[in-house]
């Protein structure tokens, strides 16, 4: 499946390239993954099924790809300074648990919201804490040629390696503005590989090093685990448009110390936009954010969000609404529906070919993951009455592997969800429906009013002539 090539943004050339892999057996993918000390957002979520579109169309154009998405237990701080609380410290002392605690329970909860979400996991899930002392050796090669130590502790000179922040492309002004003074650093984007702790400090997480006893940087964990798994020179490297600025040129830095050469470690860097609210773009800093979960609770299926976040190209800013959301449950309710009718019809019929549609589909998603683009051919091919039925059903395959919405398998039944909130069970709403429908054949309008009052009152919105087939939905 690559007779169209597939042509990418690569966020160092700031230009579309076409996409030669290294090695077409073996694609290498890399994607900085969740820090373990909270719950992910779902503006964080966007960078995950961003980075599974990517892999879908990879492997669907015929490069067999070994995906790796890190888990940052340890380093991290609440900010993109060299010095303060570390997250995973901070959140284990507030919860007053062990931060091996935190990290394994929002670790098994970011993989439950990854299952929703239909993400294709990943070859290797690569944890901070099972290689420092990998990042404690890569830090002594480095350090001779581009390190200093001040009381803090090791620091990179980004003074060392050729063009830094070429990724960022950003004014030194907009860069300081996010890194908190250090004293005595040579310049004020300089980063710390480790992190020496201060006297009298009692962290869970330290480690002795040829710096004292302490912790590694959040930048180096990266470097090393990318390269540990997919070697010193890899393919892609992904990840939010907020690592563009700062993590990703500390990365590449680092490699390119490693190196001692020009080489930024990834072929391509490929960067995902905000998801943004009326308010600004979704941040955790508030204490107040949407999660998987609140969709859920909501009433809403986690692949709603999915097809919401595909109808924005990447790269594009995705306004996050309830009401964008209710528009994509309504449309992803067409499309299971439209592939209900279809699997319910009898075998035969036109014998138009659906190979058109993969071939577009292809196309678009081949022009930089134009997933904007495909999704109206995926309607067209389900309404297309020239096309056999039992073919149309048989290109979702194509589209499922790309898209990831499981329209082959996935049923109304699983689409509907209970609200959090909701008062009655389904089997209950199902039993009033049935007396509702018997009372308006009978022509008995008082008693139909009557139940669809009863079921207004317990929160259940009654939907007559529904032309999706559903009856009722959870009002909210």
């Known amino acids: 499946m690559t007779r169209i090539p597939l042509t990418l943004y690569n966020s160092l050339s700031r230009q579309l390239e076409t996409f030669q892999p290294i090695d077409p057996t073996d694609v290498g993918l890399y994607t900085c993954g969740p820090t373990v000390y909270n719950y992910q957002h779902i503006g964080n979520m966007r960078a995950f099924l961003f980075a599974d579109t990517l892999g879908r169309v990879l492997r669907w154009k015929g490069w067999p790809t070994t995906h790796i998405i890190n888990i940052t237990d340890v380093g991290h701080l609440t900010s993109d300074a060299d010095v303060g609380d570390d997250k995973m410290e901070k959140a284990a002392a507030a919860q007053g648990r062990s931060i091996w605690e935190i990290a394994a329970y929002y670790t098994d909860v970011f993989k439950r919201d990854v299952a929703r979400l239909n993400i294709v996991p990943p070859a290797r899930w690569a944890v901070a804490t099972d290689h420092i002392a990998e990042m404690i050796a890569f830090a002594e090669q480095i350090a001779p040629k581009h390190c200093y130590l001040l009381d803090s502790g090791l620091y990179f000179d980004v003074a060392t390696v050729p063009d830094y922040g070429r990724l960022a492309r950003a004014t030194t002004d907009d860069i300081e503005s996010r890194i908190e003074p250090v004293a005595g650093k040579r310049n004020p984007q300089d980063f710390a590989i480790w992190r020496t702790s201060t006297p009298g400090e009692n962290r869970q997480m330290e480690w002795d090093s040829p710096w004292g006893r302490g912790a590694p940087g ?5 470097s090393v685990m990318s390269k540990h798994y997919l070697g010193a020179h890899f393919d892609i490297h992904t990840g939010g448009i907020d690592h563009r600025e700062i993590h990703h040129p500390n990365e590449i830095a680092q490699n390119q110390a490693h190196c001692d050469c020009a080489d930024t470690g990834a072929s391509v860097w490929m960067h995902n936009n905000f998801l943004v609210e009326r308010a600004g773009k979704m941040s955790k800093s508030t204490g107040q954010f949407t999660t998987m979960q609140t969709i859920v609770d909501r009433g809403f299926h986690p692949l709603a969000y999915r097809l919401m976040c595909l109808q924005a190209h990447y790269r594009s800013e995705l306004e996050f609404s309830w009401e964008n959301l209710a528009a994509a449950a309504i449309r992803l ?3 299971v529906q439209a592939v209900e009718t279809l699997r319910a019809r009898e075998p035969g019929g036109p014998s138009g070919s659906a190979h058109a549609y993969t071939d577009r589909l292809e196309e678009a998603v081949s022009d930089d993951l134009a997933t904007p683009r495909a999704l109206p051919i995926l309607d067209e091919l389900l309404a297309d009455k020239r096309v056999a039925p039992a073919d149309r059903v048989a290109a979702l395959d194509d589209f499922d592997a790309v898209l990831g919405l499981d329209l082959a398998t996935i049923s109304r039944e699983d689409l509907r969800i209970r609200p959090i909130t909701a008062t009655i069970d389904e089997d209950a709403i199902a039993a009033r429906l049935a007396d509702r429908r018997d009372a308006r054949a009978a022509r008995d309008f008082g008693r139909s ?5 009863e079921l207004a009152a317990a929160g ?11 009856d009722w939905k959870i009002a909210l």
Do not use: F, P, Q, T
């Open 460 to 470: 259940v919105e009654v939907m007559d002539g529904d032309s999706l087939g559903w």
């Open 218 to 222: 959040w930048h180096l964990e990266c």
């Open 449 to 453: 009013d009557a139940i669809r009052d």
């Open 333 to 335: 309710k067409r499309m």
